[in-house]
């Protein structure tokens, strides 16, 4: 059974190496987007190996030691992952995957050096919780693919940190943070700035003196 399965993965290989056919590089995008919310957008896609031996295909469910082959998408929302047939390079059976983005740290492709032959390389997503899913690229598409999906989520999380609010100080009452110079802290009601604080407690010079007695 194991060799029947190399002899189809090579042979699948095989087709990617003459620069993959129009009619697979279809079915790998309509079965991405068969998974898409209706507001949800694809960003990136190419179709891959989950590589890593054992351990590495169990971190993605049991069932990728019998169906390595996958689509892998990138969404505004989600990183996808789809398992594929090997025979007919159509979406599987098995329930695809759905990592926020929210929950990756960080996506790289590194290519690989085949000496001139078919383009391969090797594609890692780092996922919180000390979770790396690892998948081995082949073709010319795929490779391509894979780079812009790497580059892709490493400008729209480079995006995504940029928009968010920068923190000015922290109230002087009761510590929270503050995204711009409030007057008087939304969270306590009491003066946010030192300089306020202290002029409401500190009484000015004229207000501590007595008033003079007559004839003094």
Not at 42 to 69: D, H, M, N, Q, S
Not at 128 to 149: H, I, P, T, Y
């Amino acid at each position: 059974m194991r060799k029947r399965g190399r002899r189809a993965r090579y042979a699948y290989e095989a087709r990617a190496s003459r620069n993959e056919e129009p009619i697979e590089i279809a079915s790998l995008i309509e079965g991405l987007q068969s998974l898409l919310a209706p507001e949800e957008h694809l960003l990136g896609y190419t179709r891959a190996w989950i590589a890593g031996g054992l351990r590495g295909k169990l971190y993605v469910c049991p069932e990728a030691l019998f169906a390595a082959l996958v689509n892998v998408g990138l969404t505004d929302q989600n990183l996808l992952i789809q398992h594929v047939n090997i025979a007919d390079g159509k979406p599987s059976k098995l329930s695809p995957h759905r990592y926020p983005l929210t929950d990756i740290l960080h996506i790289q492709f590194v290519k690989s050096e085949t000496f001139g032959g078919t383009p391969a390389g090797r594609l890692t997503v780092q996922i919180a919780d000390n979770l790396c899913l690892r998948f081995r690229v082949w073709g010319f598409f795929n490779v391509k693919e894979a780079q812009s999906l790497a580059k892709v989520f490493q400008a729209f999380s480079a995006q995504q940190r940029h928009e968010e609010p920068p923190l000015w100080h922290a109230c002087v009452a009761c510590g929270e943070k503050l995204d711009q110079p409030y007057r008087f802290c939304p969270y306590c009601g009491r003066p946010s700035s030192p300089m306020i604080a202290s002029d409401e407690v500190a009484p000015s010079p004229t207000d501590s003196q007595e008033p003079s007695q007559p004839g003094e």
